[in-house]
């Protein structure tokens, strides 16, 4: 992550980074935040990363949609096994005690409610806590769904894990998604390369910032934001 010499205080809301996150560094957050013990699904894009931060000592079983529980970090070099995949058929690693299954039994898992936590990617997130991440709603876009409404339906607690801002500078936190929902009120969780974000019962909340301040952030997303508590 970026070097941190301490946590300066913009308000009553930490900036903890000089720099806003790359991707990497970003998945190093959410890996922190993570319980130990829990059952997680990492969604496709940027939420893979979350697996090379994870180590035995974290007590995190990471399951997969194409059937596999167990589930270590990215595979490099002679650990490559081209039969060894996660979902984005990206090689990885298995862990001691890893098993595996039939596709039709891991979407059991996520839809049975066995999964603590699934961290996703997303085109939207509201102020409510929806999630817009199948499909942007553009005529020629092709839509991806994948297992993500299972996840986020199925799953204890629903991660996001994006940029804050897209490529034209429009906020991806907004006050009411516009494009086809994945999931109604799932979200618990934002975690951007600008700020993480907490969707509680009232309204939408700053844990800490990355390279801007509050006021900065509060600017970018243009619906109302307080300081975590």
């Known amino acids: 992550m970026s070097e941190q010499t301490g946590t300066e205080q913009t308000g009553t809301v930490p900036r903890t980074s000089e720099a806003p996150l790359t991707p990497e560094e970003l998945a190093r957050v959410v890996a922190r935040d993570i319980p130990a013990g829990s059952y997680v699904n990492l969604g496709i894009g940027q939420p893979t990363l979350v697996s090379n931060y994870l180590s035995p000592e974290d007590d ?12 270590g970090p990215e595979a490099h070099g002679e650990a490559v096994d081209p039969d060894l995949i996660n979902a984005g058929k990206i090689p990885v690693v298995e862990t001691p005690g890893c098993s595996y299954f039939h596709h039709a039994d891991s979407f059991a898992m996520m839809r049975g409610g066995h999964l603590d936590c699934c961290v996703l990617g997303a085109f939207q997130v509201d102020a409510r806590g929806n999630l817009a991440n199948w499909h942007t709603g553009r005529p020629d876009a092709i839509p991806a769904v994948g297992g993500a409404m299972d996840l986020a339906t199925g799953a204890r607690q629903t991660f996001v894990m994006m940029t804050l801002q897209t490529k034209k500078g429009a906020s991806k936190l907004v006050a009411q998604c516009t494009m086809p929902l994945t999931g109604v009120g799932c979200v618990s969780r934002v975690y951007t390369d600008q700020a993480v ?3 509680e019962a009232d309204g939408v909340a700053v844990r800490e910032t990355f390279g801007t301040s509050f006021e900065q952030i509060q600017q970018i997303v243009g619906i109302p934001l307080r300081p975590a508590r």
């Open 60 to 71: 995190v079983t990471l399951h997969t949609e194409n059937g596999m529980l167990g589930m």
């Open 197 to 199: 974000f907490l969707i």
